[in-house]
């Protein structure tokens, strides 16, 4: 698998790294295309090389796999945000591409790698621990959602209270009934007859054979279902040999690699500390040599010493790079040229750990090798090039001093000017512990335990008729599908992996827009958990009078991001987000001063970098009533969250019913159920599943199987998501700057506005 995955990579970087620069692409469909051909090849390898990470034993492929596996990683990030550059839209429909590679929908499915929660285990049982005991000493209770009373009116109390009433009346009118007519039954009793005795006796056989041939009718259309096909064959549904076999090999795998890996890291130290014995004079010898050699060659070319490059900009190493000026320039040069690909920021690394792969672990023999150990020369290989570096630093401070030496004994005309590199360090002072921190945070309700869900359980059926729409000049609405792919490349994959969140295309928040119920907060939990993100929650009710005044709002937000970096990656929520950006703050949110934070949080914004795993994520189901300019210079990448598709629908009955304990059989019609509820989203099916599939209930199954007439009642008493609603999001989305851009390009004045920009920027150039 590692070898096909290599080989694959190796034909996409030959098309992207070409001998000749390809010519600038004029047709931007045509553009378009190729980039999501790239980037669904890039997906098949990421899920083939994904697998093999999870697989390999040997410590040294391991980490070969983990660099490609991430520079994949990487790529397909790019070409995500390139795009939707070029199409300006957060979504994407490829089905001509799948049918060209013959791929079906699940194969676009983003894997979430395993190593993010595996190779973390040990710091994330830590966390968890120290934030149960915080949870302990304040006294919040684990739960997620914690009991709240909840405002009532007057009406509904009554109405509760009078359904109780007439219950229990019910209840007691039923039994006296039930004991007139016990008694009215005594007293008609008389002594059977033959006839009557023949009547029920034939009465008793007649509804016994018609339950015995029912039973054996079930079982032979059961016989035949499976035998087409159709049904599974209930001795497959138990866990077979095979998959215990799996999940043992599997279990045993995992300890192997923390065994070898281990190994591997006592080798390291053991190789390290002889090298640096053994061959370190030798490298500051040589080392010094050839910088002395540098200092002569310069002064005989232009008559005066050199300026020994700062450690900033890499020391001695920067006299021995492979690139020159000229080079660079070439390069620049290249990048402002046409409609062309980015640059990339990964594609170098992945060519050269594609090269380690092709000359050292393509073709060797490993039959010697069969526990997988390994390999010291690699080991010496690879660290030598880091005591070089070590070794580079020092030498570079002693030939500094020679230098500045040498500029006295000689260069006299220029007197003794010497820089002061000595950089004065500040007085450390005492700050708090990372403890305290978190303590007085949990206190305040603002850093708190995510729930445990991922985001496959955030289920949802692929667009099929998006390609179909948009050649029709109809701008389809995403499916939930769409939603959580979205969500896995701009939050989990960067959030997981600290290299590819360096390198790939920033982002520092993210808005999810859509009406109450379609899985926003759901889809906060499950990015925590998979990438062992904390949870930080700065909503506008949550932070109503806490930390008063303008010094408590920045000590706050200090300590908020200070914890996010120090425990990172993390996520920051704002649940309403719009209330902080509101147009008019309504009468009865005055008090809570929702608009606090909308000075100094984008500030706080602006000092996330890429070392920095912070991920701001805002929900909203009302975007419609904040300042659009605002919100959007807050959140760089809007999602909007629609209400599920008929093929979503099906599919969350299905799963939420089954979940619930429910048993779906043929008597319950899934289908007329998702068409019935059009326009109802997870949350409410979610609460009508609760209803009606409770424990009681889950026991008559087997008499009274469930039927979709049982769910039509709670689904009319709750208030759908109707089209104009979602109308009037879609239109707010349009009014977006990337909703714009896509108007702009529909309507052909993308076009013309692009040369009177490069005419733009270069009078800017020359200014």
């Known amino acids: 698998m590692w070898a096909d995955a290599q080989l694959a990579l190796s034909r996409l970087l030959t098309e992207e790294l070409p001998a000749e620069p390809p010519r600038p692409e004029k047709d931007r469909v045509v553009f378009f295309q190729r980039l999501a051909m790239l980037y669904v090849r890039y997906i098949q390898i990421l899920r083939q090389l994904e697998q093999v990470y999870d697989q390999v034993v040997h410590p040294q492929k391991r980490r070969v796999v ?60 830590e966390r968890k621990k120290m934030l149960t005991e915080i949870l302990k000493l304040v006294g919040v209770t684990e739960s997620p959602e914690p009991l709240m009373a909840k405002d009532m009116s007057q009406e509904k109390a009554i109405k509760i209270i ?49 339950y015995m041939q029912r039973k054996r009718t079930k079982i032979v259309r059961e016989e035949e279902m499976i035998f087409l096909g159709m049904a599974m064959d209930p001795k497959y549904k138990l866990p077979c040999p095979t998959e215990i076999a799996a999940q043992s090999s599997e279990a045993s ?55 020994f490059p700062e450690e900033e900009d890499g020391g001695s190493a920067l006299i021995f790079a492979e690139k020159n000026p000229q080079q660079l320039m070439e390069e620049i040069a290249e990048e402002e040229a046409g409609l062309k690909m980015m640059p990339s920021a990964f594609l170098s690394d992945l060519e050269m750990e594609n090269k380690i792969f092709e000359d050292f672990w393509k073709n060797r023999n490993e039959t010697r090798n069969f526990s997988q150990r390994h390999e010291v020369e690699l080991i010496k290989e690879e660290r030598r090039k880091m005591i070089e570096e070590e070794i580079r630093v020092k030498v570079d401070e002693q030939m500094r001093q020679e230098l500045a030496e040498w500029k006295l004994a000689v260069d006299k005309d220029k007197g003794g000017k010497t820089k002061a590199n000595a950089k004065k360090k ?79 295309p920033l982002i520092k928040a993210i808005l999810l827009a859509g009406p109450a119920g379609v899985g926003k907060k759901m889809l906060i939990h499950a990015i925590c958990k998979e990438t062992g993100a904390n949870l930080f929650d700065l909503s506008p009710l949550n932070t109503a009078g806490k930390y008063p005044g303008k010094s408590g709002l920045a000590m706050m937000l200090h300590m908020v991001f200070k914890v996010a970096r120090l425990m990172q990656p993390s996520v920051i929520w704002i649940e309403d987000a719009e209330k902080m950006f509101y147009k008019k703050v309504p009468k009865e949110e005055k008090e809570l001063d929702p608009k606090r934070l909308k000075k100094d949080l984008p500030k706080s914004l602006k000092l996330i970098k890429g070392e920095d795993r912070v991920l701001i994520v805002g929900t909203s189901t009302d975007p419609l009533s904040a300042d659009i300019k605002s919100l959007c210079k807050m959140y760089s990448k809007i999602i909007l969250i629609p209400r599920p598709d008929y093929g979503s629908r099906c599919i969350l009955w299905n799963r939420l019913i089954r979940k619930q304990g429910g048993d779906v059989t043929r008597a319950l019609d899934l289908g007329s159920l998702a068409k019935i509820s059009d326009g109802y989203t997870p949350g409410h099916m979610v609460q009508v599943i609760q209803s009606i599939v409770t424990k009681r209930r889950t026991l008559q ?33 349009a009014k977006t700057p990337l909703g714009k851009k896509r108007i702009k390009a529909a309507t052909g004045k993308e076009e013309e506005e692009a040369p009177v920009k490069g005419k733009d920027a270069k009078k800017k150039g020359k200014k």
Not at 265 to 277: E, H
Not at 441 to 470: C, F, I, P, W
Not at 709 to 729: G, H, M, N, R, S
Request: some cysteine; proline content about 4%.
């Open 66 to 125: 983990r660099a490609i596996l991430d520079g994949v990683i990487g790529r397909v990030l790019e070409l995500k945000n390139e795009m939707v550059e070029k199409e300006f839209s957060e979504y994407h429909y490829m089905d001509d591409v799948l049918h060209d590679l013959k791929l079906t929908p699940e194969d676009l499915e983003i894997p979430i790698p395993r190593y993010f929660l595996r190779e973390r285990n040990k710091e994330l049982q």
């Open 162 to 210: 009078q359904v109780a009433e007439r219950a229990r009346q019910g209840r007691l009118r039923a039994k006296l009934n039930e004991e007139s007519r016990n008694m009215n039954r005594m007293y008609r009793t008389k002594e059977p007859g033959t006839d009557a005795i023949e009547s029920a006796t034939v009465c008793i056989q007649k509804v016994w054979r018609g």
């Open 253 to 307: 795998r995992k300890i192997k690699q923390d065994e070898h890996n281990e190994d591997y890291q006592k080798s390291l130290v053991s190789v390290t500390n002889q090298l640096r014995d053994v061959e370190g004079y030798d490298i500051s010898k040589t080392m010094k040599e050839q910088i002395r050699q540098w200092f002569i060659e310069c002064r005989d070319t232009t008559g005066s010493f050199p300026d």
């Open 426 to 504: 500040k007085g450390s002072k005492t700050d708090r512990t990372l403890e305290s921190l978190c303590q007085e945070l949990v206190e305040q309700g603002l850093l708190k335990q995510a729930n445990n869900v991922r985001l496959h359980d955030y289920m949802g059926d692929y667009s099929y008729l998006g390609t179909t729409l948009r050649q029709n000049d109809i701008e389809p609405m995403p499916s939930l599908s769409d939603v959580r792919q979205v969500l896995s490349l701009y939050a989990v994959l960067p959030l997981g992996s600290q290299y590819v969140h360096e390198k790939a």
């Open 701 to 733: 199954q087997a008499n009274r199987p469930l039927t979709a007439a049982e769910f039509v009642a709670p689904l009319a008493k709750i208030d759908p998501v109707i089209q104009e609603e979602e109308e009037a999001l879609k239109n707010w989305y």
